[in-house]
C-alpha cells in the first residue's frame, strides 16, 4: 500500500486535476461511476446521507457525503490511505433516502473497489478473502465446541463439508477480478 | 350436500442458508430454524454445497461481477431445486438480493455471472431469490400458526426489536417490504403474536455498529451499539432485545458485555435471535437452540418457562 | 333621522384575538342612530357582504358602517354590497380596527378593545352626516408610451399594438434589444437569444400602431391618468436617419484614434465614435457618439470645411465614404437634439437593468482583463461578440483583432491567441453583500450554469468550477438543468470565493472554500468570471421621479402590492415591469410585460374612466379669490375665473384627486371635500376626542 499524506490543508484544485489529467488514465469520478456508482455526478451535496450515515456519527473523516465531494473535485491519492470505506456496514439507509438517487454506499464500495486496484486494501479485507477461497466461508473456525453443543454436526452442509462445492467456488474467484489482480494465493 | 372448491395445499420449502456467522459464531441460531420450522410445517432443503453470501468485506469489495458470481452460485443451488433461499442472517440477506438486484436490473451483469457459472456447469436466471425468516414466519406462516404453535407466552415481558439494517434498506432490492421501513412492524407484530410487549423507541431503525466498522475500530463501533443500548434501557426498559440479524445479535451480545465490563454501561440486556425466542416458546430445548451467548439469558429464559412476568 | 347599521368583522382571529367584539357591540348599540350591529368572522366573504345586503333590503337601515380592516382594499367591496342593495354607495363608511388597532395593540387587549370603541364611534358620527354622490366619468387618451425598448418593453408595446392602441416606445439607446440582445443563449431551454429576439425587435419596429423612439429620453412628464402629456429628448443623432440606410461603410472608416470601448461588447472591443450599436440592430442607424469624434476632417457639423490646395473641400472619412449622403456634415445640428411632446393615457416603464462593473470588487483582481463579468463572458462566447465566439482569453482579444485584420486584408497571419483550459466561476458578486446589495440578483446561478454549459458542451477538456453560496434554481425546468449541468463534470463548489490574484504570466489564483470538505481550495485559473449583481440603471431614479411613482430602498421601483398588484405603482395609469421592478429572467420580465400591457388595456379600453366624486368644490359666494389654492395643488387642476366679474377659484373635476389640500389652505372655507367634509371630519376628531362620546347634532 502506498503511504500517502492525506489531505493537506489547503487542496491545491489546480495540482489535483492536473494529476487526475496526466497520472490517471480516466478520471476519479470516471472509475467510480465504472466500479458501481451510476449515479455519482448526480450528487447535490445535500448531506442527508452523512446526516444519518453511521460512519458521520462516530467521526470516520471520509464519510459518503464528503468522499462524494472530493471523488467530484479529483481526489484519489489522498485518500487511499483512509480506512472510512473499509468501515462502511453497508447499511444502506443512505441509499434509501438519497434524493438524486445516487446511492452514497455505492460509492463508499466503488472507492474499496479503487483503492484495492491501487494496492490500498486492508489486511483484514485480505484475510476475509483468503478465507473465502481456502473454505468458503470469510468467517471460517476451526473448533467446532459450539456446534457440538447445541447438537449440530461438526461441519455445516456448505463448502466446508462439500469439496466438489469448495472447487466450484474456487473455480469461480479465479474467473474474476480478485484472480486478476492477484491479491490472494490461488493454487 | 356438500359443495366445496378443494384446494391443493401447498407445501412450503424452503433452502435455508446459513452464511459464516450462523454456522461457526452462533450455531444455536441455525439449531434453532432446524427445529422451528419443520414443526411449523415448513420444509427446509439443506441447500449443500453452500458458501459464504458474498459478506461485504470479501468479493463485493473488489468487482460488482465477481460478487454477482458467488452470490448466483448460492442462489442457483435453490433454483435448481425450484425453491428459495432463506436465512436468518441480514449480512446474507442483504448481499444475496443485491446482487440479484444487480443481475435482473443489468443484463450485461447477468450474463457475464453466467458466463463465469458455466465454467462450473451451472447458470442463473434469477428466478431464485433469498427470503429472510421474518418475512417467512410471518407472511408465509402467519401469525396465527405461530400463535397456536406456542407452548410458553411472553406474557408481560418487554421486548426491544432490533430488525437490523439489511432487513429494511435499500427497501428496493428486497422480495418483501416493509409498508414504511422507517417504521418496521413485522417483527413488532412477530414479537407480540408471543405475547409480549415490542413498544417502539427512538434508536429502533439505528444500526448497531457491527459489520465492516466492528472490524475497523472497535471502539467507534461501540458508540453506536452504546448509544441504541442505553436509549432501550431508558425509554422503554426492555427485559429482552429480540433481533432478525445474526449479526445484530453477535454485536448486542458481545459489545454489551465488554461495555459492561470497561464501566460504561451498568446495567444487562439479554439478547436472542427470534428464531431462538421462538423455539424456546414452542418448547425446544433452551441449551440447543439458545445455548450461546455472552450476555446472561439464564434469567430471561426460566421467566418465560414459568409463564412470563405475570 | 339616519338608520345606522354597524358591522364589526372578526377577521378570524386578527381582530377577535385582540379586540373584545362582545363589549365593543354592547358599546356601539348605544351610540346615536345605531339601529343594527352585527358581527361576523369575516365580513367581507359573501355571506358576510349578504348581511349587510339584506338589511338594506329589509330597510332596516339606510348608513352602513364596517368596523373591520383598510379601507385601501375593502372600501370597494362594501361600497359595492351597498349599491348592489339599493344604496348610494357614499352611505357608507368604515372603521379600521385591523391595521391601526388590533395588529398594533395586539399585546395589549383592553386598550386595543377601549380603542375600537371611539374608532367605530368616530365612524358613526362621520355616518350620520354623510351625502349621496354620484360618481363622475373622465375621457381618457388611449394612447400608451412605453420606455424601454428591451424584451420587457417590446412585449409590452406589442401586446398594446395588437390589442389596437398606438404606443411610442421609447429607448434611450440607438436601438432596441435591451441586453437581452447581448446575451449569447438563453436558459433554461439554450435558445439563441439573438433568434428569438430579432424577430420580435423587427415585429415591433414595423408594426403600424407602435411608434419607435430610440435614441430618446423621457425629459418630463404632466398630468394624472388617462391623460399625461410627456415631453421626450430624441438626442441628436448627427447622422440623417432618413438617409441613412444602415450599409456600415462608415463603421470601418473612423479612425483607430476616435475609438472608444463598445459598449455591445461590454467593453472587450473598440468601436468607433459613428457606429451602429450591433449588427441586428432596429433600427440599423448609424450614430454619431460626440465625445469620441475627433473631427478629423477638421470641421463640425455646420463649419464651412477646409479645402485642398485646389480648392476641394476636406471631407470626413465618414461623410467621404457614405453613399447617400447622411453623414454630411454640410447643415448645423442642434446638439441638443429635438423636444416632442406625447399625450398618453397611460405609461409602462420597461427600463431594464445593468451589470455591476467589476471595478467595485478588489478583492478579485478588477484590473485584471482576464477578470470579467458574466456579461462579458456571454461578449465572449457570442457568436456577435468580439472574437466571433473563439473562445481566448481576453487578455489576448487585442492580438485576436489584429489578426482579423490581418487576415481580412488577405496577409496571412498566425493567431497567438492563448485558449483557456480552467475557468472559473464566482457567484454573488456585489449581490447578497451588505457592502453593496442586500438582495439575490435571482438569474446569476442559472446563467452561471448556462455558460458552464455551453462551454463544457462544446470544449469537453476544460476544467470548469463554479463557487456557490448556494445554487438558486427556482424556475421550470430550472432545477433539471442544474443536474445536467452536474453530469456534465462541471465542479460546483459551496463556498464563496475570497481572493483572487494575478500571476505574471496573466494567469489568476483562485482562492475559495470548500463547505463540503470544510477546507479552503486554491487553483490556477485562465479566466474568472464574476457574476456581478443586477442593479437598478443610474438614471432611474430621476424617470421615477418624474412619473411620481416610488423606488426600494435598493433602488428598483416599487409596485403598489407585492401580491395584489405586482405591476402597478402608486401613481395611477402608471405600470412598470421587467428588472426595472427587480431582478428576474426573460420568462418573468416578459410576463410581467403582458401583465402590464394587460393593466393598462383594461384601464384604457373603456375610453373613460369612472372618477370617484371625492374631489373638492369651490362654493364661488364664499371665494375671496385670494389666490393661495392653486399654486398648493399638487395637480395643477385650479385655475381662477371670472364669476360676476369677480376672480373667483375654479377646480377642474377632471383633474382634481381628492386630496384635500386647497380645502385645508383655504382661509375662508369656500372649498369642500366631498366625503370629507368639515362637518364630517370635525364630528370624527370631537368624537375621538371625547373618547367615544358623539355630540348631539
Known sequence: ?187 | ?310 | MPKIGVYICHCGENIAGAVNIEEVKKFVEKLPDVVVVRDYLFMCSDPGQEIIKEDIRKGLVDRVVVAACTPRTHEPIFRKACEDAGLNKYYFEMANIRDQCSWAHWHEKEKATEKAKQLIAAAVAKARLLEPLEDRYVELNKNVMVVGGGIAGIFAALDLANAGFKVYLVEKSPSIGGNMAKLDKTFPTNDCSACILTPLMVEVANHPNVELLTYSEVEAVEGTVGNFRVKVRKKQTYVDWEKCTGCGACLNVCPPKARVPDEFNEGLSLRGAIYIPFPQAVPKKAVIDPDACISCSGRWFGEEPRRTKDGKPILAPCEKVCPTGACSRDEPRDPNGELIELNVGSIIVATGYRVMDKKHFKEFAPDSPNVITALQMERLISATGPTEGKLIVPSDIPKYLEWKKKVEKGKEAKLEARKPHVITFVSCVGSRDERFHTYCSKVCCMYMLKQAMLLKEKYPDLDIYIFFIDVRTPGKDFDEYYMRCRKLGIKIIKGKVGGVQRLPDERLLVRGYDADLGKPVELISDIVVLATAIEPNTDLKDLARKLGINVGAEGFLRERHTKLYPVDTMTEGVFICGCAQGPKDIPDSVAQAKAAASSAMSLLAPGKMRVEPLISEVNPEKCTGCGICAPLCPYGAIEYVEVDGKRRAKINEAICKGCGVCTAACPSKAITLHGFTYEQVLAQIKTIARKGVIEEV
Open chain 1, 1 to 187: 500500500m502506498e503511504i500517502t499524506e492525506g489531505v493537506p490543508p489547503v487542496i491545491n484544485l489546480t495540482e489535483v486535476a492536473e494529476r487526475e489529467k496526466e497520472e490517471f488514465e480516466k478520471k476519479v469520478s470516471e472509475l467510480i461511476i465504472e466500479f458501481g456508482a451510476e449515479n455519482l455526478l448526480a450528487c447535490m451535496q445535500c448531506g442527508a446521507c452523512a446526516s444519518i450515515c453511521p460512519l458521520a456519527r462516530v467521526g470516520f473523516e471520509w464519510y459518503n457525503k464528503k468522499l462524494i465531494k472530493a471523488i467530484l473535485i479529483g481526489m484519489k491519492e489522498e485518500l487511499l490511505d483512509d480506512p472510512t470505506p473499509w468501515a462502511c456496514v453497508a447499511c444502506n439507509r443512505c441509499t434509501e433516502i438519497c434524493p438524486r438517487q445516487v446511492a452514497p454506499f455505492e460509492v463508499m464500495f466503488a472507492m474499496r473497489r479503487l483503492m484495492v486496484e491501487e494496492f490500498a486494501i486492508p489486511t483484514l479485507a485480505i484475510e476475509g478473502l483468503r478465507s473465502l477461497y481456502e473454505h468458503g466461508h470469510a468467517v471460517y473456525m476451526t473448533g467446532r465446541e459450539a456446534r457440538k453443543k447445541v447438537g449440530l454436526p461438526e461441519n455445516p452442509p456448505s463448502t466446508d463439508s462439500d469439496e466438489k462445492a469448495l472447487q466450484d467456488l474456487r473455480t469461480i474467484l479465479k474467473n474474476t477480478k480478485l484472480a486478476e489482480l492477484g491479491l490472494i494465493p490461488m493454487e
Open chain 2, 1 to 310: 350436500m356438500i359443495s366445496e372448491t378443494v384446494k391443493e395445499e401447498k407445501k412450503l420449502k424452503f433452502g435455508l442458508f446459513l452464511g459464516c456467522n450462523i454456522s461457526f459464531n452462533r450455531p444455536d441460531v441455525e439449531q434453532a430454524m432446524r427445529k422451528i420450522f419443520p414443526a411449523l410445517g415448513v420444509e427446509i432443503d439443506d441447500l449443500v454445497g453452500q458458501s459464504c453470501c458474498p459478506t461485504w468485506g470479501t468479493v463485493p469489495s473488489i468487482d460488482i461481477v465477481g460478487w454477482c458470481a458467488v452470490a448466483a452460485r448460492n442462489l442457483a443451488l435453490g433454483e435448481e431445486k425450484g425453491i428459495d433461499l432463506m436465512t436468518a442472517c441480514n449480512s446474507c440477506y442483504g448481499s444475496l438480493n443485491e446482487a440479484r438486484h444487480k443481475m435482473l436490473k443489468n443484463p450485461e451483469i447477468m450474463s457475464k455471472v453466467n458466463e463465469i457459472l458455466a465454467k462450473i456447469g451451472k447458470k442463473y436466471e434469477g428466478k431464485a431469490k433469498c427470503r429472510h425468516v421474518a418475512w417467512v414466519l410471518y407472511k408465509d406462516v402467519g401469525l396465527e400458526k405461530i400463535k397456536e404453535s406456542i407452548k410458553y407466552s411472553l406474557d408481560g415481558i418487554t421486548v426491544a426489536v432490533q430488525p437490523g439494517c439489511h432487513f429494511l434498506w435499500p427497501s428496493e432490492v428486497y422480495p418483501d417490504k416493509e409498508k414504511d421501513p422507517f417504521n418496521p412492524k413485522v417483527l413488532r407484530e412477530l414479537c407480540e403474536a408471543l405475547g409480549a410487549e415490542a413498544p417502539y423507541y427512538t434508536k429502533l431503525i439505528d444500526c448497531c455498529g457491527m459489520g465492516a466498522l466492528r472490524s475497523t475500530d472497535p471502539e467507534k463501533s461501540f458508540i453506536l451499539v452504546r448509544e441504541k443500548l442505553e436509549c432501550i434501557k431508558e425509554e422503554i426498559d426492555a427485559d429482552l432485545i429480540v433481533t432478525t440479524c445474526s449479526s445484530c445479535l453477535i454485536q448486542l451480545d458481545d459489545a454489551q458485555e465488554k461495555l459492561r465490563k470497561e464501566g460504561k454501561i451498568n446495567f444487562s440486556i439479554p439478547v436472542l435471535h427470534y428464531v431462538q425466542l421462538l423455539a424456546i416458546c414452542m418448547g425446544f430445548d433452551p441449551q440447543q437452540v439458545a445455548g450461546i451467548c455472552v450476555t446472561p439469558r439464564d434469567e430471561v429464559i426460566k421467566m418465560i418457562l414459568e409463564g412470563g412476568k405475570r
